[in-house]
C-alpha cells in the first residue's frame, strides 16, 4: 500500500513552499514508528532511506541536510541536496538558506524549534534548528542578517515557528534561565519558576518570536502552537523518548 506524507504548515505565502512534516505514513518501525528522517537515532537505515524517497517525491527537487550540533553556523545551498548523504558527511550546520528557486532546505528535529524566515518578495529563505543553546547562541540573529544582506531595505519579513516543545513541557535548570538573561533581561518573562523543584519552565517560541522582533520589529512571526511533546501521535520527541525518531521541516523558493 502507497504510504501518504502529513504535513503542517503555516500561513500562504506567494513563492515560498514550507512544512513540518509528521509521523503518520513512513516505514519505521519500533520507537521510530512512522516517518522518521533522521539516519542518526538508531533506526534501521533502509526504514530512513525508504522515508526519505517518500518526502523527495512529494519536493521538486533532493533537499539539502545539515549535520546540526546546537551551534549558529550557516550553511548556504544551491541546487540539489547530495542524494541520502551520510550525517557525518553531510556540513555542520544549524542554519541554512538560499536565493535559488527549486533549492530544498531539510531542518531535523525532535523538540526544538525549526523557524523558516523569508522576505515578502520570496527573494530568499533560510530555515533554522533552534534549540536552547541554538536560541542563546545567537542562531536567529545570525541566519537573518545573513538573509538581510542579500535584500535592498524595503525589504519585509516574515517567519514561522514550527512544532516544537510547548513551555508546559519543558523544564530547565537555573543556568539555561541566566544564560538568557545574558543575552537580554527581558527574556525572564518567558520562564516560570517552579517553587518546589527549585527549576523554570521555559517558553522557547516565544523567546524565539521575541528575538526575531528584535532584529526587525515590523516582522510577521507565526507561531504554530504545535507541542511535539504533547502531540504523540504526531511528533517525535526527544524529552518524551530519547529513543525516537526526527521530523523535518521543509522550506523551497518557487
Known amino acids: 500500500m502507497e504510504k501518504s506524507l502529513a504535513t503542517l504548515t503555516g500561513p500562504t505565502w506567494p513563492g515560498v513552499h514550507y512544512f513540518t512534516t509528521q509521523i503518520a505514513g513512513g516505514y519505521s518501525q519500533g520507537p521510530w514508528r512512522g516517518l522518521n528522517l533522521g539516519q542518526h537515532c538508531g533506526d534501521n537505515p533502509i526504514h530512513v532511506a525508504q522515508n526519505r524517497a517518500l518526502l523527495r517525491s512529494h519536493l521538486p527537487n533532493t533537499p539539502h541536510w ?22 557525518h558527511d553531510a556540513p555542520r550546520a544549524d542554519a541554512m538558506w538560499t536565493d535559488q528557486k527549486n533549492t530544498v532546505l531539510a531542518i531535523l528535529t525532535a523538540d526544538c524549534l525549526p523557524v523558516v524566515i523569508t522576505d515578502h518578495r520570496a527573494q530568499v529563505i533560510g530555515v533554522a534548528h533552534a534549540g536552547w543553546r541554538g536560541l542563546a547562541g545567537g542562531v536567529l540573529q545570525r541566519l537573518f542578517t545573513q538573509l538581510q544582506s542579500q535584500c535592498d531595505s524595503s525589504a519585509q519579513w516574515r517567519a514561522w515557528i514550527g512544532p516544537a516543545i510547548s513551555q508546559a513541557h519543558f523544564e530547565v535548570g537555573a543556568e539555561v534561565y541566566e544564560t538568557f538573561l545574558h543575552v537580554n533581561t527581558d527574556l525572564a518573562a518567558y520562564f516560570i519558576y517552579d517553587q518546589a ?3 523554570y519552565w521555559a517558553d522557547l517560541p516565544r523567546i524565539a518570536r521575541y528575538l526575531l522582533n528584535q532584529c526587525d520589529s515590523t516582522m510577521q512571526v507565526h507561531v504554530s ?15 518524551r523518548h530519547n529513543l525516537t525518531g526526527r521530523i523535518a521541516t521543509i522550506a523551497w523558493l518557487g
Do not use: F, I, K, M
Not at 71 to 81: H, M, R, V, W
Open 66 to 87: 545539515v549535520q546540526q550540533v546546537h551551534g549558529t553556523d550557516l550553511y548556504y545551498a544551491t541546487g540539489a541536496g547530495a542524494h541520502e548523504a551520510a550525517w
Open 197 to 199: 523543584s527549585q527549576r
Open 225 to 239: 502552537h504545535a507541542c511535539t511533546y504533547a502531540e504523540t501521535e504526531n511528533y517525535y520527541s526527544y524529552r
